[in-house]
């Protein structure tokens, strides 16, 4: 509605040339708007309802900005870290959000976050190219696939230990990897993972009187053999870390299999944790060799608590240094 208004103000934007007034009212209308405004005022025409509504939605923005600020508070360094746990993708709002802070300490978790983010997705590649053998047979009808691995052939002292494993198809635990390459605390918190969602866990050991008398490649066969036969339900297919068994089961042997095949590398965790805590025990009964330590391989101190103490009834006497050992006495 245009009308011819004088140099009267309408009342509803009274004080609009006035600096003071416009700060009192709360508003401080943009340059172009204002100018123009003023412009019409001065010419004597002036369209009361637009500055009316510029006025007042004007204000009500401004009033809204600033109770806004009033309630937004300063997030300390300390509950960004805590938040950015929950965050997983860049494209958070909230991730874009703490980018945009220039706190020195807010950058340095926003790197951290990044680095760990790339290492997560750096084990889930790893894990997808793992699961490429039981991919190949669940894709030729087979349900049931162990995974079956040994620890425990090159020890001068202890039993042979090996591990049969059926996981699910919808298994998942990134960083699972060949149980060497995985620290104490890791292949524990691991063992316990695989042992609550596996379909099936088995373990068997060739103890040293065994070994002695077969020979360590046939006591490790034996474990392996030991192992699957005690599996439930039954396995269809086996993939075995570089042994070839006689079994009536399907026979996939892969050479370094722990590091290739998460159902072996499954088996290589548990394998090792059940080993190393018989060592332990052990331990107790002969603390003088350090087997809670060296778990029985041939250390610069076993050697050495041999030559002091001589042999247990755990040591293999076919393995050299012990067989030297036995033959001088």
């Given at each position: 509605m245009n009308g011819a208004e004088g140099t009267k103000t309408p009342a509803g934007v009274r004080g609009w040339g006035d600096p003071q007034a416009l700060?009192?009212?709360?508003?401080?209308?943009?340059?172009?708007?204002?100018?123009?405004?003023?412009?019409?005022?001065?010419?004597?025409?002036?369209?009361?309802?637009?500055?009316?509504f510029l006025v007042i939605e004007i204000n009500r923005r401004e009033r809204y900005d600033l109770q806004r600020v009033k309630k937004m508070k300063v997030v300390t360094i300390a509950e960004?870290?805590?938040?950015?746990?929950?965050?997983?993708?860049?494209?958070?709002?909230?991730?874009?959000?703490?980018?945009?802070?220039?706190?020195?300490g807010v950058q340095q978790l926003i790197h951290r976050w990044q680095k760990r983010m790339e290492q997560e997705r750096q084990l889930q590649e790893k894990f997808n190219e793992m699961k490429v053998y039981e991919n190949k047979w669940r894709a030729q009808g087979y349900k049931y696939i162990a995974g079956v691995d040994e620890v425990g052939r090159g020890p001068l002292a202890g039993p042979v230990v090996a591990a049969a494993v059926i996981l699910p198809e919808d298994f998942y635990l990134p960083g699972i990897d060949d149980s060497k390459k995985i620290s104490e605390k890791k292949r524990n918190e691991y063992e316990e993972i695989i042992r609550r969602e596996a379909i099936a866990v088995s373990v068997a050991k060739i103890d040293v009187?065994?070994?002695?008398?077969?020979?360590?490649?046939?006591?490790?066969?034996?474990?392996?053999?030991?192992?699957?036969?005690?599996l439930n339900p039954n396995p269809e297919v086996l993939l075995i870390d570089a042994m070839k068994l006689e079994t009536p089961f399907v026979v996939d042997s892969i050479i370094k299999g722990d590091a290739k095949s998460v159902s072996i590398a499954a088996a290589s965790i548990v394998a090792k944790v059940a080993r190393d805590r018989l060592m332990v025990e052990l331990s107790v009964q002969f603390p003088e060799y350090g087997f809670q330590q060296n778990m029985g391989y041939g250390t610069r101190e076993h050697l050495q608590a041999i030559q002091i103490h001589g042999i247990t009834p755990y040591h293999r006497k076919s393995f050299a240094p012990v067989k030297e050992w036995v033959l001088d006495e």
């Open positions: 700060k009192r009212r709360g508003g401080s209308p943009s340059r172009p708007r204002k100018a123009k405004c003023l412009e019409w005022k001065s010419t004597g025409i002036f369209n009361t309802s637009y500055c009316l960004i870290e805590q938040q950015l746990n929950n965050i997983s993708a860049e494209s958070d709002p909230l991730f874009k959000k703490f980018q945009q802070d220039e706190r020195k009187p065994d070994i002695d008398s077969v020979n360590i490649y046939e006591a490790t066969k034996k474990a392996m053999l030991a192992a699957i036969a005690t």
